[in-house]
């Protein structure tokens, strides 16, 4: 049974940065074809995809916030790490950690952790 | 400014049929699996059709979707009051490099 959960701080004050991590079980992150992503939800809007680490260490960023994200992992501990440099009040959202399962057909989040709420404010 | 483009809400009544569309591009939907993600209020996404069309198990198969070129759509049938959610198709886009979400649509059972 896969399951994921994200801890970190509740509130950050505005130029900080944001670490998360999301710790997970049922699932080896060094198994190929096995990736963990990163996705955020500001109160009342959509969802928007933030990174994605691979089982070979190899990363992908979303272009827009490509300058103030790290996504890194732990395989020995199970957990994969996020940081978010400058935080501002728009940053403000639930942020979700995910696995994501490669096939044939491409790739899905088929599991998701239950989230966690960040906000920014002084 | 999402990607996918979806309608911000629909309607419809008890045991109808109700359908959402997602409109992308070649970079995505026409040459990417769709994925439709169900979030019920207070709950996290919960993947609901993966490649275009099929049900992860445990779905209902009232539940379902199709594509056609830089379009998709997901159909419920037999709308039930449970089913009062947002929905969100996700694809591959290959220009961005990393999946892409719709914005989401309110479903409401009247």
């Known amino acids: 049974q896969i399951t994921l959960k994200e801890s970190g701080p509740t509130l950050v004050k505005p130029t900080q940065t944001l670490t998360l991590t999301c710790t997970f079980s049922g699932f080896s992150l060094s198994t190929s074809g096995v990736s963990v992503g990163w996705i955020r939800q500001p109160p009342g809007n959509a969802l928007e995809w933030l990174a994605l680490?691979?089982?070979?260490?190899?990363?992908?960023?979303s272009p827009s916030l490509k300058s103030r994200l790290t996504i890194t992992k732990d395989t020995s501990k199970n957990q994969v790490v996020l940081t978010m440099t400058n935080m501002d009040p728009m940053d403000t959202a639930t942020y979700y950690c995910?696995?994501?399962?490669f096939g044939f057909g491409g790739s899905y989040f088929d599991y998701w952790g239950q989230g966690t709420l960040v906000t920014v404010s002084s | 400014q999402s990607v996918l483009t979806q309608p911000p809400s629909v309607s419809e009544a008890p045991r109808q049929r109700v359908t959402i569309s997602c409109s992308g591009s070649?970079?995505?939907?026409?040459?990417?699996?769709v994925n439709w993600y169900q979030q019920l209020p207070k709950k996290a996404p919960k993947l609901l059709i993966y490649?275009?069309?099929l049900l992860p198990s445990g779905v209902s198969d009232r539940f379902s979707g199709s594509k056609s070129g830089t379009s998709a759509s997901l159909a419920i049938s037999g709308l039930q009051s449970e089913d009062e959610a947002d929905y969100y198709c996700a694809a591959w886009d290959d220009r961005l490099n990393g999946p892409v979400f719709g914005g989401g649509t309110k479903l409401t059972v009247l």
């Open positions: 995910a696995h994501r399962r």
């Open positions: 070649s970079s995505n939907i026409e040459n990417n699996a």
């Open positions: 680490i691979y089982w070979d260490d190899d990363k992908r960023y």
């Open positions: 490649y275009d069309d």
